[in-house]
């Protein structure tokens, strides 16, 4: 880690035997790690990049497209490019079979709670809806306020099946036809939050 390994370590030190699921914290701290890395190089090209055009946004809506970027860069890292740091470090399986995607609605949710620990139930089911929640609201502000509610829902959707074919292809995770519906939810669910905000 670039930014967060003196914390890493010394949470490991103290914590990495007495906390159940010491492994998301570690993953949660790469995540952020990667992701402050990758939105250094954003920021400097954004910067570049408004040097050179002559339309510029509002204060507000330029906000809005950082912090619409630093939450896809995380979500990447936290779902997709967990393994490696660089791209140049990534393996694509290729030959990888198509029956480890689970393609049957609901299976392995509802497996999950009858597990010995819940916390993968609900990390399962509500994080992947709260995972596409800032996507439904800050896509509309970022890309146009006339996007429509079918628009967003679906290129949330689209950005959730990218997200299962690269865990697929890069075996970094279970691709699995639920975590598309609950972040579909997430995305819905963002969208009508962005709605409720614009009418008040």
Not at 43 to 61: E, G, M, Q, T, Y
Not at 69 to 89: E, K, S
Not at 122 to 129: A, D, E, P, R, T
Not at 159 to 175: K, M, N, P, R, Y
Request: glycine share 4%; net charge positive.
């Amino acid at each position: 880690m670039l930014f967060f390994g003196p914390i890493y370590n010394f949470l490991a030190k103290q914590y990495a035997t007495s906390i159940n699921h010491f492994a998301l914290v570690k993953l949660t701290l790469m995540a952020l790690d990667k992701t402050v890395f990758y939105f250094l190089i954003f920021a400097v090209l954004r910067l570049i990049w408004l040097l050179f055009i002559r339309r510029r946004r509002s204060l507000k809506s330029e906000a809005s497209v950082w912090i619409f970027a630093f939450y896809m860069i995380l979500v990447l890292m936290l779902t997709t490019f967990r393994d490696t740091y660089f791209p140049w470090q990534l393996v694509f399986n290729f030959n990888r079979p198509l029956s480890d995607v689970n393609l049957v609605f609901m299976k392995e949710t509802w497996k999950l709670v009858y597990a010995p620990s819940r916390l993968d139930f609900f990390y399962n089911s509500f994080g992947n809806i709260l995972c596409l929640v800032p996507f439904g609201i800050l896509f509309p502000i970022v890309f146009s306020k006339k996007q429509s509610f079918v628009k967003t829902v679906l290129i949330g959707m689209l950005f959730s099946i990218s997200i299962e074919t690269l865990q697929f292809l890069l075996e970094t995770g279970v691709s699995d036809i639920d975590d598309v519906f609950f972040n579909t939810c997430g995305a819905i669910l963002g969208y009508l939050i962005y709605r409720l905000f614009r009418k008040k």
